[in-house]
């Protein structure tokens, strides 16, 4: 069913204001999407009508905080398809989950990890960190030259050595392919490895079930998907929860304390250290909800109605080349380009300048992959719900004129 | 070169406006960078340039792709206008310190660092054989003149000579001769003193000059002050001035015999066609040794003239 795209467009103020005097073209939304008017705001309604501590205190404002919290964890486990509420621990973003796995698993040297080759900083750093402290054996399985997943690659490197941890993105941030995650997590699984997903990407854009696809650890980010900036979830499953340690301990996290030691309090409580971002938690149920209420089937068709267009247009330029599979329909909402000779900062600068078009430009936090291949720099156009064809014509007519004053 | 050109730019631009400053200290550090043989990697040049380059796009797609595509050959140019703007900003500088004008001594213009224009303002002389235009400085020369027949003071041991051709009623004459006064203080000098009626009706004073120093030369001096220090509108007034010939210990009789001689008539004549014969074409104009100055001078310009005095 196709988005009521003018209805969806009212509920994202940001989109009614103007930016260098021109309605603002948002294309970052790789990066963090725009928030509705009803997470703004329930956020704001944290602050104005109940902004008391939450799970703590018996009064009647703070059990409004804990019943709105406990709302949100159980939005957000229906919202991937978790058994039980306690199986989603709240996070600042998908980076604190990963890292939470990383240190909370007992490693031992010699430990297999296995990551893909165009992994961002924040599913590649941890595991780089305990190479060096804990003597583990991090393996990288390539990509095809389009970016896509090669299964026999993946599949060999399993058999090749016993793997401790698969950490995946699911959904790359880079050329915005989306990996055959439930292949992935049967085929370690068979091997006797556990899957981690980086799907900071995913969960904002596909339809996601955890059961269906028996991943072990999912981490994700509200700011990607209509959310509060600095909040986000780790999915896990419960048992796997119970054997992890907290990766930050203190306030809220245990049962007791004597002088010399202490209970921890179940998952996920043991994992939620100090008082929480309860405005931000408040704010990413509501966003889920949102998602739901729009249906991410036709955020999945949308996405990829634009992004048909875009690859179609862009791939007209001369010197410009899009990374990843020519097939829009395997990049989801991204499209990452670059242009020869041309600097793909000031492409975005001047996009933003002329036209009020914000997209990112850089290496996007995947510099090992642009290391790899000598690569520069790339810019990149990610779309949303929100975004309309009109929005991409206006964006491929700015980057043919931009290219042709080079 | 870019990176210098913005640095220049947005420094003077921060001391206006806040906004600009962070882009300042951007350029300097990328500037900081160059001059430390190091590649400027902060992306200060390709953001700026992006930035011009789509507000020209907007307006014109031609300007926008001549300037993004030939920003350095800009960045050159501005770079050697820069240069030469600031040579001549120095030299506008050295020039007002030397001669009180940026355009160099005499010289008229405009003078940043004298808006005004006060140091070279002079009364032009309105007479027929006076030329007309721009005069240049080197033209005006002692000529002619015959010193000793003007009111003249030579103190023991003067080495500096200095001659002022200034009109009573004048306002730079004016101005400047308190200045001149204490010039004459600072050494013995070899001194003489001219009235050139740049004003017709100042005509009539140059018969009083030529008589008080006829008469008594030593009185003249005395007469002169007065002159100087009443009023224009007075010493318009034959009888004032006749006032201060009494004053100045004259005897009226005589003093009124001289004015009515009809050889004192010509020879004033004679004495202003000899004084336009140093191509004089305003008062105040002042010879201090070899150096000619036209209109009221800052004191500094007037010392540097003098032996001794170089600073």
Known sequence: MALDLQKIRQDFPLLSTKVHGKPPIYFDNACASLRPQIVIDVVKDYYEKYSVCGGRSKYYLAEIVSQK??????????????KRKEEIVF??????????????????????????????????????ILVKTKRVIHKIVPTHEDGTFDLTAYENALKEQSVTLVAMGSTSNLDGVSFPMEKIVSLAHQHGA?????????????????????????????????????????????????????????????????????????????????????????????????LESIGLDAIVQHELELNTFLTAELTKIPRLKIIGPADPALRGGVVTFLVDGVDSHQIAMMADEMAGIMIRSGQHCVHSWFDARGVHTAARASVYLYNTLDECRTFTETIKKIISLF | MFCIIAFVVFSILSLFSATHRPLAKEAMACVFRRMTLRPCNTGFKEKVKSRLTAKLAVRSTFAARTFNRHSEVFSWIFFVLMLWSTVWVIR????????????????????????????????????????????????????????QNYPHQSEAGAEDKLVFI???????????????QNILKLKPFDYTF??????????????????????????????????????????????????????????????????????????????????????????????????????????????????????
């Not at chain 2, 200034?166 to 001149?180: E, H, L, Q, V, W």
């Not at chain 2, 740049?198 to 008589?211: G, H």
Request: aromatic content about 12%; proline content about 6%.
């Open chain 2, 166 to 180: 200034g009109c009573y009623s004048c306002d730079y004459t004016r101005k400047a001769y308190p200045m001149i």
């Open chain 2, 194 to 311: 001219i009235h050139f009626p740049a004003k017709p009706e100042t005509q009539f004073l140059s018969d009083y000059v030529y008589c008080a120093n006829k008469l008594d030369p030593q009185k003249f001096w005395t007469l002169n002050e007065s002159l100087i220090s009443s009023s224009v509108p007075d010493i318009l007034a034959p009888k004032f001035v006749d006032g201060l010939v009494t004053k100045a210990g004259y005897d009226a009789g005589e003093f009124q015999s001289c004015l009515i001689d009809p050889a004192t008539d010509a020879a004033v004549k004679k004495q202003e066609e000899e004084i336009l014969t140093t191509g004089l074409y305003g008062t105040p104009t002042i010879f201090i040794n070899d150096g000619v100055f036209v209109g009221p001078k800052p004191d500094r310009v007037y010392k540097r003239s003098l032996k001794g005095f170089w600073w």
């Open chain 2, 92 to 147: 506008g500088g050295v020039n007002f310190y030397l001669y009180g004008s940026c355009n160099g001594l005499n010289a008229s213009g405009f003078c940043v660092f004298d808006p005004t224009g006060s140091n070279g303002k002079v009364t032009t002389v309105e007479n027929t054989v006076c030329p007309t235009g721009p005069v240049e400085e080197r033209k005006v020369t002692l000529g002619d003149l015959q010193l």
């Open chain 1, 69 to 82: 919290m406990d709302a949100a964890r159980i939005a957000i486990a229906k919202f991937i398809g978790a």
């Open chain 1, 91 to 128: 996070t600042r973003n998908t980076t604190e989950g990963i890292n939470l796995v990383a240190y909370g698993l007992n490693w031992k040297a010699g430990d297999v990890i296995l990551t893909s080759d165009k992994e961002h900083n924040s599913n590649l750093i941890p595991w780089q």
């Open chain 1, 194 to 290: 556990r899957v981690l997903f980086d799907a900071a990407q995913t969960v904002p854009s596909q339809p996601v079930d955890v059961v269906k696809l028996d991943v072990d650890y999912m981490a994700f980010s509200a700011h990607k998907m209509l959310g509060p900036s600095g909040m986000g979830a780790l999915y896990a499953k419960y048992a796997l929860l119970e054997e992890l340690a907290p990766f930050m301990v203190g306030g809220s996290t245990v049962e007791y304390t004597t002088y010399t030691d202490h209970k921890f309090l179940p998952p996920p409580e043991k994992f939620e250290a100090g008082l929480q971002d309860y405005a931000g938690i408040i704010g990413f149920g509501e966003a889920v909800k949102y």
